[in-house]
């Protein structure tokens, strides 16, 4: 089960425990679709076999990178997008 809460991040549960994801510092242009856009890729991430926290992190970063662009499609960042601002919050 996960709940997005905007500016105060994703939290995960799961069997194992709670993970919080921190929300990334990005400036928010518009946030339709953000939700679809952090579910496609928490599916993504849960087929990968990724471990859980890497999961909401990559759903969360996919998500923030889209709220940075105006749209739908062609707001969708791409995966190298998405692992750079992962790495960068590292």
């Known amino acids: ?3 997005t809460d905007g500016d105060n991040g994703a939290t995960l549960f799961t069997a ?3 993970i ?3 929300a990334f510092d990005i400036t928010a242009v518009d946030t339709t ?3 679809d856009v952090f579910s496609g890729a928490l599916a993504h ?7 859980a926290d890497r999961v909401l992190k990559f759903a969360s970063a996919t998500a ?8 739908n ?3 969708l960042p791409t995966l190298d997008d998405v692992l750079g601002l992962m790495a960068s919050a590292d």
Do not use: M, N, Y
């Open 33 to 35: 679709g953000a939700g």
């Open 73 to 75: 499609r062609e707001a």
């Open 45 to 51: 991430a849960v087929l990968s076999d990724w471990p």
């Open 1 to 3: 089960v996960t709940i």
């Open 16 to 18: 194992d425990g709670i």
């Open 20 to 22: 919080h994801q921190p």
């Open 64 to 71: 923030a990178l889209k709220c940075t662009k105006l749209g």
